[in-house]
């Protein structure tokens, strides 16, 4: 059973541009969630998506945003790209979503802006 | 304060001993408790998931928690240079109705098992 898949696994940008990450969930997952993870502030919890619904969203600014599609893939998009936005973005999903899900995280897209 | 405090190490030991590693909290919505170990440039891998106060045990893996004293913690028996990951404790809140905010992460504990 193939696992969460993520593209790209790197990219590098710089300030001001706009950057798209996709994901692709375990055959039979309905729930994508996406985490940002930094050295400094760890893992955090981006949003959840469930039937291409946002269940939840996390204290991250207007500029994040994501969306799922019928497929159960999601994008994710970060727009007007700064610094602090160099991370590894990670998505999992789970086969349930909201508080019984079990997480499976994917590689992670690494980006770095410039 | 921060919601989930974990010792970020490193945490060295020689192969074959017993690991504890731990994770307090102070959030005492925090009802769904995960461990999670992540190698480098990996994602995270759920290693023990639980929701009851008390322990889980899972091959060399143990999972304990005291929902009185908001502390959890991990147990690695017999430990192998293969286990050298960083372990991610993480915490999820029971919301009514079904809906839930996302995880909520320590920040790791890196482990060296030496050979």
């Known amino acids: 059973k193939a696992g969460v898949t993520q593209t790209p696994r790197y990219l590098i940008k710089t300030r001001g541009q706009q950057v798209t990450l996709s994901c692709s969930p375990i055959?039979?997952?309905?729930?994508v969630s996406w985490y940002q993870q930094t050295p400094g502030q760890g893992l955090q919890f981006l949003f959840e998506?469930?039937?291409?619904?946002?269940?939840n969203k996390g204290n991250f600014p207007g500029r994040f945003s994501g969306r799922q599609f019928s497929n159960s893939r999601s994008e994710m998009n970060v727009s007007t790209l700064e610094l602090g936005d160099s991370a590894l973005y990670l998505c999992?999903?789970?086969?349930?979503?909201?508080?019984?899900?079990?997480?499976?995280f994917g590689e992670g897209s690494r980006l770095t802006v410039l | 304060q921060k919601e989930v405090e974990q010792d970020p190490g490193p945490l060295s030991v020689p192969e074959g001993a017993i690991v504890s590693l731990n994770c307090t909290y102070s959030?005492?919505?925090?009802?769904?408790f995960m461990w999670y170990r992540q190698y480098s440039r990996k994602g995270p891998e759920l290693l023990m998931y639980t929701y009851s106060s008390g322990n889980k045990e899972d091959g060399r893996f143990t999972a304990q928690v005291d929902k009185s004293s908001k502390y959890i913690s991990l147990f690695i028996r017999d430990s192998q240079p293969s286990d050298s990951a960083t372990y991610l404790c993480a915490m999820r809140e029971l919301v009514s109705g079904g809906g839930a905010d996302g995880l909520t992460f320590g920040k790791g504990t890196h482990l060296i098992i030496q050979p």
């Open positions: 055959s039979g997952h309905r729930s």
């Open positions: 959030n005492s919505a925090f009802q769904y």
């Open positions: 999992a999903s789970s086969f349930l979503a909201g508080n019984t899900g079990e997480l499976f």
């Open positions: 998506y469930f039937s291409e619904t946002q269940r």
